[in-house]
Structures are given as structure tokens and as C-alpha cells.
């Protein structure tokens, strides 16, 4: 369900908006925020809530590993994009579940016209690492329906 106000979407965010993803805000177009839902360090999986605003997608990035690694992404309110290098974009809404392997390009965020929030795991691996690349051309991601 695509949702515009903010206060509807806040209602459909279980987990929480948290707080400005001003860390990681150079690799996105728009704005995002980053509720962490296990410690950091204390835990051997980082979960983390993160929601985009309308229209806010990342950048095109790499999970790298050289065993294990990738990304898993939880789909939990609203609806959004997510798309890997040489295929279709597919449609995020709750419920949706992306599993990522480790050295596939990739980016996921929001549709212009809804907010959207998914639940982010890092997969644990061996020398594991992001890569963040290029920004998702404008013209392409105004293009997806």
C-alpha cells in the first residue's frame, strides 16, 4: 500500500522511524532514517529499520565477502523499488522478502509516491565490505511504474 502522509506511514512503521541517516546521507538521493534493532558489536547480526521519504533511494552499491556476506532486506510498510544490475526492478511492499548475495550491484529505496520502510540484515561472512558506487540515474528510476 502506497502511503504519502507521514503520519499515516508512521502508524503502518512498526519499527520505528528513528533517527536521520546522516552517516550513510552522501550515498542517498533524498532523506533516510536508521533505527538500529541489535547493538552494534554485541550481536552477531546487525538489524536495522531503515525508512526512506518518498522519492529517497541509495546509491548502487556492492556487499562484498569473501565467504558468506550479502544483505537481506525485510519488506515492513509502505512500498519500493529494488533492482540489480542488468535486470528489472521488482516492487518492495510488506511482506517481501529480498535475499542479496555477496558481489551483486544493486540499490533499493522508496517509489516517488510512498513512503517505505524494510528491515536491513547484514549477512554475516569473512572480510566482508560495502561498496557504494554511482547514484541511480534520475531519468531510469523516474521510469519505473
Known sequence: MRIQDKEAFHQENVFGLGQANTAYAK??????????LTEAGSCPIFLANV???????NNWHIHHGKSGGGQILICTAGEGWYQEAGKQAVSLTPGTVIVIPAEVKHWHGAKRDSWFSHIA??????ETSNEWLEA???EAYNGLE
Request: proline share 12%; with cysteine; glycine share 12%.
Open 121 to 126: 540484515v547484514e549477512v554475516p561472512g569473512e
Open 136 to 138: 541511480v540515474d534520475d
Open 27 to 36: 550515498y542517498f538521493i533524498g532523506s533516510s532514517y536508521l533505527n538500529p
Open 51 to 57: 525508512t526512506f521519504e518518498p522519492g529517497c533511494r
